[in-house]
Structure formats: C-alpha cells, structure tokens
C-alpha cells in the first residue's frame, strides 16, 4: 500500500478479476491500478518454485521517463516482481524473493 496526502492506494486486492480496478487522484492526475492477469495455474518461474500469480499495472504516477509500472504478486509470498515500462520502450524487471511468507 501506498500512503499519500490524499489517501491510501492499495498495492493488490487478491480477490479481484482481471479488468478490476482502484484509483487515487493526486494532484491533478490519477494514479491506477489495474488487474491484467491473474494465474490459474502455477506457471510463473519464481526461484526454484512455480507460483500462481497476479499482475497489476499501474498507470499515471507522472515519474519523468516511465511509462507504467508493473507488479507481480503471489497471495502467499506478496510482492514477487516489479517491472518498469519506460518512455523509449525498454524496460527493467526486479524479482524480489524473501525467506518469510504470507501463510
């Protein structure tokens, strides 16, 4: 989750279906969050393991250069993976891996 000024923005909401989505305005614009796929098998390679995930895109965070941010998420393990999208079309993934659980 995300604190701001005007409220708390939600990083997943694991009951959610692809095409749900949450929002907080912020100044003039609107930061969301968008559910764009969620697992129905264990098909994401994550360290040795195979995990059911769920991605959120996030749009309108108005950092100079990117374009959207991409999380991927696991209702056992939380955040698994970050990707950044950038303006000239490259982008940069980040796997996160801990030794704690969310169960």
Same mark, same amino acid.
């Given at each position: 989750?995300? @604190?701001? &000024? ?7 909401? /694991? *009951?959610?279906? @692809?095409? *749900? ?6 100044? +003039? ?9 969620? +697992?129905?098998? *264990? &098909? /994401? ?20 250069? @990117?374009?959207?941010? @991409? ?16 303006? &000239? *079309?490259?982008?940069?993934?980040? +796997?996160?891996?801990? &030794?704690?659980?969310?169960?």
């Amino acid at each position: 989750m995300n @604190v701001y &000024d005007e409220g708390n923005l939600i990083l997943v909401k /694991y *009951d959610a279906k @692809v095409g *749900d989505s949450w929002s907080l305005k912020r100044g +003039s614009k609107r930061i969301t969050r968008t559910v764009t796929k969620k +697992s129905e098998t *264990d &098909d /994401y390679a994550w360290g040795w393991l195979l995990i059911k995930t769920m991605t959120v895109e996030e749009t309108g965070r108005e950092v100079p250069g @990117v374009s959207k941010v @991409v999380y991927e998420t696991n209702h056992r393990f939380g955040l698994v993976a970050v990707t950044v999208f950038f303006e &000239d *079309d490259t982008s940069k993934k980040v +796997s996160i891996f801990s &030794d704690a659980d969310n169960g």
